[in-house]
């Protein structure tokens, strides 16, 4: 098992763009002295609490303050970009990163984002575009020959070479690309389906784990479909986390600081008007205005000394059949920084040890 890092960016409203993007940086630079993988970064645009509406910003800044870990957005809203121009924009990232990039991609979910730019995200025409951008930029990055894509959403062309020297010649440094990555969340899954399909990154957000545990499912269907065999070791699962030296202190600083704060000024009220509490719940019979936030905390969460954070992840990798990469939720604690360094430090030196005998390549353990 590896470790990484989730970001949506997470700020209280009260934050100052500019001193949030610093935080975000902070952490960056500790994943990286700490040995973490990669981390993803999110990208929305009318979300106080999620307030960074261009993840290759932080992204490539990232990138110059560390040496290892992989950067990437986690992801892109394909909607809201023209794929010409973000083909050409993520080559060039992957040519500054010197090959660190990782190329997440999304849909985006959020009402007030559709609502910004148009979407009818209703219908279901922001995953429409998603598939649809993806498959131009990746015919941009991999087609020699010129060509004219007419699409749904967009009409695309990869011109001849004019006047003898224009012509298009940007490309990623990886090859065919960097490594793409597709974060899902509901039952049956689309986005997953896809990533199984193409051979894509499978990230499942931080939900209850007897629910994550359908979403293997959903990345077989979609490997079946192109005669795939898709490897848990590549499958990601994103989880509040927090270490601390006890339980007592470790329950303190996350039901009952900025995890607890965040999640019940915006992340519980957004799945409520979403309908998606059930996607929290440990059993169907759990009452919508039961998932609180210490309910949470206590089924969904990984919080607790480091013994305790050992036994729990283990029990959730035992549960949804294995998996690769334990990504941990980013959340603001500049407040507290050298406890979040703590936690960070504590799970990957203490915990992650521990977990070694995991194989995700094996399936459900015997």
Wanted: charged residues 20%.
């Amino acid at each position: 098992m590896e470790l990484g890092y989730f970001a949506m960016p997470s700020h209280p409203p009260e934050c100052g763009l500019k001193e949030g993007h610093d935080w975000d940086l902070q952490v960056l630079r500790w994943l990286d002295e700490l040995g973490y993988q990669e981390c993803w970064i999110g990208e929305h645009h009318t979300a106080p609490w999620e307030p960074h509406p261009a993840p290759d910003l932080l992204v490539v800044e990232g990138l110059r303050q560390t040496k290892n870990i992989r950067l990437g957005p986690g992801g892109f809203l394909l909607p809201y970009h023209h794929p010409a121009e973000l083909a050409n924009r993520v080559a060039m990232l992957d040519h500054l990163s010197g090959g660190r990039l990782n190329f997440g991609v999304a849909a985006s979910g959020l009402p007030s984002d559709w609502a910004m730019f148009n979407v009818d995200g209703m219908s279901g025409q922001n995953r429409e575009m998603t598939r649809e951008a993806l498959e131009i930029i990746l015919k941009l990055w991999s087609d020699p020959a010129p060509f004219t894509y007419t699409g749904k959403y967009w009409t695309v062309t990869k011109p001849d070479t004019m006047f003898d020297f224009l012509k298009t010649h940007l490309k990623p440094v990886q090859a065919p690309h960097p490594p793409i990555g597709v974060a899902g969340l509901s039952k049956n899954s689309d986005t997953l389906k896809l990533a199984g399909e193409r051979g894509f990154i499978p990230m499942s957000l931080n939900l209850n784990p007897a629910y994550v545990g359908s979403h293997w499912d959903s990345v077989e269907q979609g490997a079946a479909k192109t005669g795939r065999k898709p490897s848990r070791r590549d499958w990601r699962l994103v989880r509040e986390v927090f270490v601390a030296d006890t339980d007592e202190e470790a329950w303190k600083l996350s039901a009952g600081d900025m995890m607890g704060r965040m999640m019940s000024e915006y992340f519980l009220p957004l799945l409520g008007h979403f309908g998606f509490k059930d996607y929290l719940k440990a059993t169907p019979d759990v009452a919508d205005s039961d998932v609180t936030v210490e309910y949470c905390a206590r089924n969904n969460w990984v919080v607790g000394s480091p013994k305790t954070v050992t036994e729990k992840i283990e029990q959730i990798w035992h549960e949804v059949g294995g998996f690769g990469v334990l990504l941990v939720f980013g959340f603001d604690y500049m407040h507290k920084s050298q406890a979040w360094h703590h936690s960070l430090s504590l799970l990957k030196n203490e915990v992650l040890p521990r977990l070694k005998h995991l194989d995700a390549g094996l399936g459900k353990a015997a």
